[in-house]
């Protein structure tokens, strides 16, 4: 299984690594594999979330989404979005943008292209981190009957019982940002404005054509998960296979694209701390990071993985909201790397450990009951 779903993740590495080494030797080499690694490791998250809605598309949908979405992914994201920003900020046209992308320059250097992309972080931060803070907290102002860290998510959803609260906080966050943003005040704000624009759209959209088929207030309690697959048609339920097709399953994979796009602008912006090689950065977020994503999100599907531990949606969702306010606080603060690298692989293995202390637990559960019961004798 673990072969069947990595393997081509770990040739295109070995490909990867392979035209990095004869386009600038083992440095380069260093470099494609730093930048994969970095990639990774702010993906876990992004992995988690889109398992949990690539499960309900159909084999066909997923495959669409190992194949076109990788292009859209690796293409679209890591490699056309930074042109495209590069351009407009420069006013460039596209030939001249991809000039002075390969044309590399220092980050240091006003004009190169790593330069004029940090220029433009504070209105990606923007857009970016508006859009994942709503949805984290559209996540965490609904009921659910599975709590993690209940001390917190209890309050969220009291909160989230006010109409338009996570409108409202929303706003507010992007205001108190944008009063760190200095001349691009004004900028910051209609990006952030247009990420939540989007994040409506997209999820209005799902809704529309009943893409969002999930009745949250009769959620089944994740006790009852396996009990329940059980019982459909008498036997276990097929794991990763949705019923989402046609129409919907379009929409669908659009809203699925829009939040792995979000998840990528830091990767994008931090990866220009490395190098500002174009071609390394295409080497290690897309062919490396991007395909290893798609393939961890794929063997969570398959394996079943979040149906049997339940926590993962929980911990995913609060790296989202850690990452969407680092990108805020990023705005007029230099956050480092590291902390943005680490904070998403911290949350996704405290929720995996204490879905498996939960597990262990309940196993535990109707021996100790049986142990407790004394026996009569007839």
């Known amino acids: 299984m673990f072969l069947k779903t990595f393997g081509w993740s770990l040739a295109i590495t070995a490909l990867a690594l392979v035209v990095g080494y004869f386009y600038g ?25 889109n398992a949990r809605i690539l499960e309900r598309m159909s084999p066909f949908w997923q495959q669409i989404f190992l194949t076109v979405g990788i292009l859209i992914a690796v293409v679209g994201m890591r ?19 991809v000039q002075l992308a390969l044309a590399q320059g220092s980050i240091e250097t006003p004009g190169s292209y790593a330069y004029l992309l940090h220029e433009a972080h504070p209105l990606i931060a923007a857009f970016g981190g508006i859009f994942l803070l709503m949805l984290f907290l559209d996540f965490f102002f609904e009921k659910r009957d599975v709590l993690w860290l209940r001390f917190l998510e209890k309050p969220f959803a009291a909160i989230g019982r006010l109409g338009n609260a996570a409108l409202v906080v929303g706003l507010v966050a992007l205001v108190a940002a944008a009063q760190f943003a200095g ?8 990006a952030g404005v247009l990420g939540m624009v ?4 997209v999820t209005g959209l799902g809704s529309l054509f009943e893409v969002d088929d999930v009745d949250h207030d009769n ?22 296979v949705g019923t989402v097709v046609g129409r919907a399953a ?25 190098t500002s090689d174009p071609i390394l950065i295409a080497l290690g977020l897309g062919l490396i990071g991007a395909i290893f994503v798609r393939s961890l ?3 969570l599907v398959r394996q079943g993985t979040l149906d049997e531990y339940v926590y993962l949606d929980h911990g995913a969702h609060w790296a989202i909201g850690a990452l969407a306010v680092i990108l805020l606080v990023s705005i007029g603060t230099e956050v480092s790397e590291i902390v943005t ?15 498996l202390v939960r597990n262990r637990r309940r196993a535990a559960q109707p021996a100790e009951t049986e142990t407790a019961t004394p026996s009569h004798v007839s």
């Open 25 to 49: 030797g083992w440095a380069a080499v260093v470099l494609v594999a730093i930048l994969g690694v970095l990639e990774i490791s702010l993906s876990f998250d992004n992995a988690v979330v």
């Open 79 to 97: 490699v056309l979005f930074p042109l495209l920003i590069v351009g407009v900020t420069a006013q460039l046209g596209p030939v001249e943008a």
């Open 183 to 190: 001349d691009k005040q004004a900028s910051v704000l209609v």
């Open 198 to 201: 989007t994040y409506f759209l």
């Open 219 to 240: 959620t089944i309690d994740a006790d009852e998960v396996e009990e329940r697959a059980e019982k459909v048609a008498g036997s276990p339920r097929k794991r990763g």
């Open 250 to 274: 379009f929409l669908l994979f659009l809203y699925l694209e829009v939040i792995d796009a979000s998840f990528s602008f830091d990767g994008v912006i931090g990866a220009f701390a490395i």
């Open 297 to 299: 999100t794929v063997y």
């Open 341 to 355: 690298g680490l904070i998403g692989v911290v949350f996704i293995l405290a929720a995996f450990i204490s879905s």
